[in-house]
């Protein structure tokens, strides 16, 4: 199981209406692993998805060091590590069967059982029925269930989710919520999990970074200790929610 | 439960309304065209405008002494010569300009140039080359074409958003295997689409290359009717095409679309 160290990451973007450059994020450094569940929470603009894509490789080019038990992020493809994205929007293949969707990501996950997973993972969010339709045929709730299953079924060292729920009614949100916890449990996953969503941070993480300011910076980073399964009506949780919400309102200046 | 029938057909009762859509409805639309056809070579005279009836036993005759096989098939062979042509050249040209940024600024001017140039510029070019041939035919038709072609595919790859990409990269997925299976699915409807738009520019160039230079095909045959001025050939000849039109759309590029875009949902209004 791989463990992943953010040590001084700054980023900028070249934009027109910045006469050189805007800087999104600075001097952000952590660490995490050993199956820990990690928020980065902030309002949007705060550089949270991009620090996102600069773990997940996508974006290249930032200052500072970015490893996966000492890969660097540019060399993680080479070396094996996986990662598992879940994104805002479920991204499947259209033209591929909910199945044939989790097979093209298995099929070069290099794991002898990749066959199996995808029907192991199917099932394990409960879509086995729905092996053979198409995305389209399923609802954005049911979508995004098999783009969890893709992220899990990879076997990932590193879980990464961009807002996964956002788009969702709240009370399909609670249900993929709680079914996200199970399956976080079963398998022991380390997740990054981007939300602004205070209380969505609180019921599912148990360690919260906040980035705020301009350019993003680490304001609070503090474990969540509250016990599993939790509860939506939690007053302790509430609280804690409450508490946050301020933290990040205060961090937008 | 009475209402409920109206409200709730049964798939059988469905299926039937969708069938009689796809055959009664075009087969409606056809009898007012022929009608209107009919009212008009009424009003104006069979001099000026022949009705359906002669139009088609002028038809009759022509299949009859083999004038339509022995014009019609020199035709479609230019056509489809003059389509791959352009289609190869087209989809290449369009795909590179929609995948890289460089190439795109180096072969725009070019594209546009070839597009504004007058098709009969092309050919009267290519019967100057190449003399009064097939080859000089299938040039110029390519030649007329391909910017059409290549300007629809280009702008299909460019509006392809690199998310599904992404997602492939973050697991894993090779270079190779993101462009044969993540990016070309998506940029075979435009493909299609301007194939489809190509077909028919092609065929229109066609009837012109031999209208100009060549001593048989549709178009030669149109001319010829067009100077001893017998219009009742002229419509006979017209309707042949289109009917040959149709029969394509209905039994080559419909299915086929239909095929490789079976995974999406119907739209329905």
């Given at each position: 199981m791989a463990s992943i160290a953010v040590d001084d990451v700054s980023k900028h973007f070249i934009s027109r209406a910045h006469a050189d450059r805007l800087p999104v994020l600075q001097n952000i450094s952590f660490t995490g692993g050993n199956g820990q569940f990690i928020c980065l929470l902030g309002r949007s603009g705060c550089g949270k998805s991009t620090l996102l894509s600069l773990i997940s490789g996508l974006d290249e080019e930032f200052n500072g060091k970015i490893n996966f038990d000492g890969v660097t992020v540019a060399e993680?493809?080479?070396?094996?590590?996986?990662?598992?994205?879940?994104?805002?929007?479920?991204?499947?293949?259209?033209?591929?069967t909910v199945r044939d969707n989790l097979l093209f990501v298995l099929r070069r996950s290099g794991l002898q059982d990749w066959r199996e997973r995808a029907d192991l993972w199917l099932e394990r969010v409960g879509l086995k029925d729905f092996a053979k339709a198409y995305p389209h045929e399923l609802s954005g709730g049911m979508q995004q269930r098999v783009s969890l299953a893709r992220a899990f079924a990879v076997d990932p060292d590193i879980l990464l989710m961009d807002e996964p729920f956002?788009?969702?009614?709240?009370?399909?949100?609670?249900?993929?919520r709680t079914e996200l916890l199970d399956l976080w449990q079963q398998t022991g996953k380390t997740v990054l999990f981007v939300t602004h969503n205070c209380f969505e941070a609180c019921f599912l993480a148990n360690r919260v970074i906040v980035l705020g300011g301009q350019p993003g910076r680490i304001?609070?980073?503090?474990?969540?200790?509250?016990?599993?399964?939790?509860d939506y009506e939690d007053p302790d949780l509430f609280r804690l929610s409450v508490k946050l919400t301020h933290v990040v309102m205060e961090s937008a200046a | 439960m009475g209402g409920s029938v109206l409200e709730y057909p049964p798939v059988v009762m469905r299926r039937l309304i969708g069938g009689l859509n796809k055959i009664v409805l075009p087969g409606i639309s056809l009898v007012v065209l022929c009608g209107l056809w009919e009212v008009a070579a009424l009003i104006l005279g069979a001099r000026y405008l022949p009705g359906p009836v002669p139009t088609a036993a002028r038809l009759a005759e022509l299949f009859a002494t083999d004038q339509v096989f022995s014009n019609l098939a020199p035709t479609i062979l230019r056509v489809l010569g003059g389509f791959a042509v352009a289609e190869v050249l087209g989809v290449i040209v369009g795909v590179i300009m929609g995948l890289s940024r460089s190439w795109e600024k180096f072969l725009e001017l070019g594209v546009m140039v070839g597009l504004t140039i007058p098709s009969l510029c092309y050919i009267i070019l290519c019967f100057l080359w190449f003399g009064l041939n097939e080859l000089a035919a299938i040039v110029a038709i390519g030649l007329t074409t391909f910017p059409i072609i290549a300007i629809n595919v280009w702008s299909g790859v460019k509006s392809i958003d690199s998310q599904l990409n992404d997602m492939a990269w973050t697991f894993g997925i090779s270079r190779r295997e993101r462009i044969f299976k993540v990016i070309a699915?998506?940029?075979?409807?435009?493909?299609?689409?301007a194939a489809r738009y190509g077909f028919g520019v092609a065929w229109k160039v066609t009837i012109f290359v031999e209208l100009m230079g060549l001593t048989n095909g549709v178009g030669f045959q149109l001319n010829y009717s067009f100077q001893i001025f017998d219009m009742t050939s002229v419509f006979a000849w017209t309707l042949l095409f289109t009917i040959v039109m149709l029969v394509l759309e209905l039994a080559v590029f419909k299915p086929t679309e239909q095929w490789l875009f079976r995974w999406r949902p119907e739209v329905r209004a």
């Open positions: 993680r493809q080479n070396a094996g590590v996986r990662l598992g994205f879940v994104f805002q929007s479920p991204r499947l293949l259209p033209w591929k956002s788009g969702l009614d709240e009370f399909t949100g609670r249900a993929m304001v609070w980073d503090a474990p969540i200790d509250l016990d599993h399964p939790r | 699915p998506q940029i075979t409807p435009y493909i299609v689409a």
